[in-house]
C-alpha cells in the first residue's frame, strides 16, 4: 500500500529539494546591498505620512466572498443539467435538496443585510 505513494513522496521530497536550494542560491549569490535610502517606505512616488495601518470597511470584502460562493456553487448546476435525463428522479430530488440549502443561507444573508451596499 505504502509503495503506491512512493512517486508522491519523491515529488514532494524534490520539491522541497529545489525548493531550498533555489532559496540558498538567491540569498548567497543575488545581490544585496541595502542602504538607508532603500529601507524607507515608499508608495506611489510620495512620501508616506501618517499610520500605515488604516480601517477598511469590511463590507466590500464580505460580498466579494459571497459572490465567490454562490458562483461556486451555481458551478454544480452546469453537471447535473448535463445528464439530466439520465440520473432519474433521486438527482433531482437531490438538487431540490441542494437548492433549499443555498437558499436557506442566501435569506440568511439577505436578513442580516449583508447584501446591501452602504
Excluded at 458551478?75 to 432519474?88: D, E, R, Y
Amino acid at each position: 500500500m505504502i509503495l503506491e505513494y512512493l512517486p508522491l513522496f519523491i515529488l514532494l521530497g524534490l520539491s522541497l529539494i529545489v525548493g531550498v536550494i533555489v532559496l540558498f542560491l538567491g540569498r548567497y549569490f543575488g545581490p544585496h546591498r541595502p542602504t538607508p535610502k532603500k529601507g524607507k517606505p515608499y508608495e506611489s512616488g510620495m512620501i508616506p505620512y501618517g499610520e500605515g495601518t488604516r480601517q477598511m470597511p469590511v463590507h466590500f470584502y464580505l460580498v466579494a466572498v459571497l459572490f465567490i460562493l454562490f458562483d461556486v456553487e451555481v458551478i454544480f448546476f452546469l453537471p447535473w443539467a448535463v445528464t439530466f435525463k439520465q440520473l432519474g428522479l433521486f438527482a433531482f430530488i437531490e438538487m431540490l435538496v441542494f437548492v433549499a440549502i443555498i437558499m436557506v443561507g442566501f435569506i440568511y444573508l439577505w436578513k442580516k443585510g449583508a447584501f446591501e451596499w452602504v
